[in-house]
């Protein structure tokens, strides 16, 4: 399989409790980046990685969240302390830099429900 | 900063009949845009992209979109749409290449089609 991969691909929590999910890019690619979309809104950026760097993070990503890419290649989004405004689906995506003009291959997306 | 507008939230064809959505954009520099589909859950796929070649550009599925600058737009057409066409539609708009070229997303349109 060469696509992106998210794990797990459904999440029901309970408010106040910490979540994480896992995005398994495609392997040769060095960008990795986040996207929360919410019910009938388009995907919005939440951050970035170029290999194992975080070089970006959108302001909707408040302290509550943290991303980590070690070694340049999975990457986990954690949510603590989970509010019902943060049901969402998460969608993960990867790319292989300039050279491919921007075209990022989006995974299947972790669909968050807290209760 | 970058943004992209979508006309409608909710366009119904019939089987066979031309598929036009709308797209208009704002970017204070040459725009990159892209079209994505979005099946029920799935992640997005790339229907086609426009990185400042020709204009009138090709895709996956029988889809095309024409650039034109002096509109703003970036309209997405097919000439005979298919049943399998029913899905949301999202346009989005990136920056040059050596940035961090994340997406930015319209609010999506859905596409219906009657048999």
Known sequence: DTGVSQDPRHK??????????RCDPISEHNRL???????GQGPEFLTYFQNEAQLEKSRLLS???????????????????????????YLCA?????????????????????? | AQSVTQLGSHVSVSEGALVLLRCNYSSSVPPYLFWYVQYPNQGLQLLLKYTSAATLV???????????KSETSFHLTK??????????YF????DLPGANSKLTFGKGITLSVRP
């Open chain 1, 33 to 39: 980046y986040w996207y929360r979309q919410t019910l």
């Open chain 1, 63 to 89: 302290d509550r969240f943290s991303a980590e890419r070690p070694k340049g290649s999975f990457s986990t989004l954690e949510i603590q302390r989970t509010e019902q405004g943060d049901s969402a689906m």
């Open chain 2, 58 to 68: 090709k895709g996956i599925n029988g889809f095309e979109a024409e650039f034109k």
């Open chain 1, 94 to 115: 990867s790319s292989s830099g300039p050279t491919n003009l921007n075209e990022q291959f989006f995974g299947p997306g972790t669909r968050l429900t807290v209760l």
């Open chain 2, 91 to 94: 346009c989005a708009v990136s």
């Open chain 2, 79 to 88: 000439p005979s749409a298919h049943m399998s066409d029913a899905a949301e």
């Open chain 1, 12 to 21: 029901i929590t309970k408010r106040g409790q910490n979540v994480t999910f």
